[in-house]
């Protein structure tokens, strides 16, 4: 199992200081991003995939449980915070856990193995239904899509353009959303606005990935990402 990516959402530099060290402690856990509030966190999110939140509650601007219910697939969800009383709130919400400040390092280990432990029963689940299609909302309709028509797959706002072989379709999600849901070793991001089909890759440039006569930009972060292929 690959390190899980976090993230952390906390308005004292003190408490980011604590989470970031135990972090760096933890071999399966890779750091992102830290936040002072969740409207910043949110841009993030919006084009990026992470697997594991470090949510503090009382926040600037938009407080944690509310930031929490505005995610309509959220990510794990540990809760760190110096306020018992939201501890229901919070596992009603599907938390994973709920740490009180200050807490010691055994007990962040205990959080974050939940973490992994869930996410590796997932993946073993998942592992085991092999399918080669996806069922989208398209024009209140779900429709079924098969990953080997897609050619690739484009940020437009609030919804995702995804071109097959044979036609186009317009569904309202985001492209982090869409990314959860494909298979990682047949489609990967290559720029926050594109995901591409490994297949259909006809040949590639440090700029420009060429799929069956179209040109996708490839993003500054994501140069990296074919030459692992």
Do not use: W
């Not at 938009?62 to 959220?74: Q, Y």
């Not at 599907?94 to 055994?106: G, R």
């Not at 440039?205 to 490839?218: D, M």
Request: charged share 25%.
């Amino acid at each position: 199992m690959s390190r899980i990516k976090c993230i952390i959402i906390e308005d004292e530099p003190l408490a980011v200081k604590v989470l970031s060290d135990y972090i760096s402690q933890v071999p399966f856990l890779e750091l992102q991003h830290t936040f002072k509030d969740a409207i910043l966190a949110t841009d993030f999110l919006r084009n990026n995939y992470t697997e594991l939140i470090f949510l503090d509650i009382h926040l600037p601007k938009l407080k944690g449980m509310a930031f929490l219910k505005t995610l309509s697939h959220p990510p794990a969800v540990i809760v760190t915070t110096a306020y018992h009383q939201y501890a229901v709130e919070g596992f009603n919400l599907n938390v994973t856990d709920y740490l009180l400040k200050p807490f010691e390092f055994e007990r962040f280990l205990i959080a974050v193995t939940k973490v992994k432990t869930a996410l590796a029963e997932k993946q073993k689940t998942e592992s085991g239904e092999v399918k080669d299609f996806i069922f989208l909302n398209v024009q209140k309709k779900k429709v079924k899509i098969l990953f080997s028509e897609i050619i690739y797959i484009e940020s437009q706002q609030e919804y995702i353009r995804i071109v097959t072989i044979n036609k186009e379709y317009l569904s309202k999600m985001s492209t982090h959303e869409i990314e959860k849901l494909l298979p990682s070793g047949l489609f990967k991001r290559i720029h926050r606005s594109y995901i591409i089909s490994i297949s259909k890759i006809v040949s590639y440039t440090a700029e420009i990935v060429e799929l069956k006569g179209v040109s996708i930009p490839i993003g500054r972060g994501y140069r990296d990402i074919l030459e692992n292929l």
